[in-house]
Nanobody, 124 residues
Framework: QVQLVESGGGLVQAGGSLRLSCAAPGVTLSWYCMGWFRQAPGKDREFVAGITSSGGRADYSDSVKGRVTISRDNAKNTVYLQMNSLKPEDTAVYYC?????????????????WGRGTQVTVSS
């Protein structure tokens, strides 16, 4: 069983930055494509960013492109989401997910393993 643990969320003012981390103790994350999703109150969960197992390719939703960078350090078994120029509409619970697919998917049903999420709140 793959257990993912997110960290790094918090309260930040608009325009600020946060870096989220996703770790998987005891699991080799380099086997998986990884994704970050978010869910705001009353809304569906949505894709934010994804990265291939090697880290050679990334994909971003239009709503965060240019403000967010996904990366991974397979030696540290950790995936990151650097978020800059944060907006109040970025407020959500952010989830890390792992997929066995060989490509990045924006569909959350393609991800087999999920963390419990970390809250990001951006104040105006």
């Amino acid at each position: 069983q793959v257990q993912l643990v997110e960290s790094g969320g918090g309260l930040v003012q608009a325009g600020g930055s946060l870096r989220l981390s996703c770790a998987a103790p005891g699991v080799t994350l380099s086997w998986y494509c990884m994704g970050w999703f978010r869910q705001a109150p009353g809304k569906d969960r949505e894709f934010v960013a994804g990265i291939t197992s090697s880290g050679g390719r990334a994909d971003y939703s239009d709503s965060v492109k240019g403000r967010v960078t996904i990366s991974r350090d397979n030696a540290k078994n950790t995936v990151y989401l650097q978020m800059n120029s944060l907006k109040p509409e970025d407020t959500a619970v952010y989830y890390c997910a792992a997929s066995r697919l060989g490509h990045i998917s924006r569909d959350d049903s393609d991800y087999a393993y999920w963390g419990r999420g970390t809250q990001v709140t951006v104040s105006s």
